[in-house]
């Protein structure tokens, strides 16, 4: 197993420390997961690993001693429309913990003992905290503004946890800089692909539950982990006759930070130029997602539709879904606002999978 060069096509093992190519593109994995066969789902391991016979992992023993049970979330029903993924019942109340459980098992496995990593705060804490259950040290850069209570969560776990004045691509910056500067691993959720061997359980574990695949499934996009890891997951299912067809894959980003459903509108290969202002979302506050190109030669070749997540409904999104039971963070609830955008834009919207990616204890300020 190798990476690949996403820009020039060069090869590199994936025991490097290198963050990315030489050239500056990012890395993937040359990996192809075998045919999907149901039999081959490890029904005594509860947690995502029990996917593990189609995930590109070194070896067999360093997830063991780095799982804190991840994954295996239920799905219950709001209404005669939508179904919610509860991925924040996890260790670290958010889906995050599906990619860092993954990478920071390959971290392990190649002897890594210290990272760094940028994060708005979900993954610096998934990452925190994986990083302690393995031993290693691990510092998280993180934007002013982010909620306090992420911020505990992340020292709370033992790593050092460095605000950053300005917006959270001044926070990336700054974090790449000591990167380059001091060589240290980059644990990061955007460019490490094996972040993305992680998420991709989560198709992987509606397809066990449902034996089916929703119609309509709704994924927020800031840097795109989550989606990238769907589309990953999907595109494998149906090469393997899992599934016949794709479903419609409706993304969403806020109002104020939109350069990928702006270059979407338009046409282009590449996220347009952006200048984000504060969202109450702020997990997809992404001006400048890393992974850009992808992400829309993704929604090109699929068909993905793009909505905006209003502001302004934001906070009544997470109200209504708090008035039945389901109480989420604000980036959230985002998604439930934007999929009701959607179904005034598009009309109804039945056999719709929305996740639900993070606990709403996290954000409140």
């Known amino acids: 197993m190798e990476y690949i060069c996403s820009e020039c096509g060069k090869r590199e093992a994936v025991t490097t420390r290198k963050a990315h190519c030489d050239c500056g593109g990012l890395w993937k994995l ?70 860092a459980a993954v990478l920071i098992a390959h971290c392990k496995a190649i002897g890594v003992d210290r990272v760094v990593q940028d994060s708005s705060g979900n993954a610096g804490n998934a990452v925190a905290a994986y990083c302690a259950k393995a031993g290693i040290s691990c510092e998280i850069f993180v934007p002013e503004g982010t909620s306090p209570k992420k911020i505990d969560m992340i020292r709370a776990h033992g790593a050092v946890c460095t605000v950053v004045p300005g917006n959270r691509d001044h926070c990336a910056d700054v974090c790449r800089e000591k990167v380059e500067k001091q060589g240290v691993y980059y644990a990061n959720h955007v460019y490490n692909p094996f972040f993305y061997e992680g998420t991709k359980t989560y198709i992987y574990e509606v397809f066990e539950q449902l034996h089916r695949i929703p119609e309509n499934l709704v994924i927020p996009v800031g840097n795109g982990t989550l989606f990238l890891g769907v589309m990953h997951g999907l595109e494998e299912l149906l090469a393997s006759g899992a599934i016949d067809h794709m479903p419609q894959i409706i993304a969403l980003q806020t109002e104020t930070c939109d350069p990928l459903l702006r270059a979407a509108e338009q046409g282009l290969a590449e996220p347009v130029d952006v200048s984000p202002k504060p969202s109450l979302a ?23 539709r793009f909505i905006h997540a209003p502001e302004d409904r934001i906070l009544a999104a997470r109200a209504a879904l708090a008035a039945k039971g389901i109480y989420c963070e604000h980036t959230t609830a985002a998604n439930y606002a934007a999929y009701l955008a959607y179904v005034e834009q598009y009309g109804p919207t039945p056999d719709c999978l929305i996740t639900m990616c993070g606990a709403g204890l996290k954000s409140d300020h």
Do not use: H
């Open 30 to 99: 040359d990996f192809q997961a075998p045919c999907f066969e149901e039999s081959r789902i490890d029904q005594s391991e509860w947690s995502l690993f029990r996917y593990r016979a189609f995930m590109a992992l070194d070896d067999d023993a360093a997830w063991r001693e780095i799982s804190l049970g991840e994954g295996m979330t239920p799905i219950v029903r709001l209404d005669q429309n939508v179904l919610l993924k509860m991925d924040y019942f996890m260790p670290t109340l958010s889906f995050k913990d599906r990619g």
């Open 282 to 304: 702020e997990g997809i506050a992404i001006g400048k997602p890393m992974r850009g190109k992808e992400i829309l030669a993704y929604a090109r070749r699929y068909g993905v």
